[in-house]
């Protein structure tokens, strides 16, 4: 487990953010990719949770890509669960 301020933290789409070097996968969500029509305004209302203060991370093994799989809680919240509870999951 990582607690992490704002500052380290860079968005790369919807579900994907950078810390340091490594790539880091929200576990559980699909957002739309950056090419798709809601891609853009995923990755900005990510980039808004995360603005909200103190950061963890739970790290849960990595995916085929090599990206650390992980759950991510801004302020105690997962911020997947906040994701698709408004709307930014994939269908299917």
Do not use: C, W
Not at 74 to 87: F, T, W
């Amino acid at each position: 487990m990582k607690v992490l301020s704002t500052l380290q933290v860079r968005v790369v789409d919807g579900d994907t953010i950078r810390v340091g070097g490594e790539r880091i996968r929200l576990r559980g969500i699909d957002t739309p990719e950056m090419s798709e029509l809601q891609g853009p305004a995923a990755k900005q209302r990510l980039e808004e949770l995360l603005r909200g203060g103190s950061i963890r991370i739970e790290p849960h093994g990595r995916d085929v890509y090599n990206r650390l799989l992980a759950d991510v809680f801004v302020n105690e919240q997962n911020v997947a669960e906040i994701l698709r509870s408004e709307g930014f999951s994939k269908a299917g």
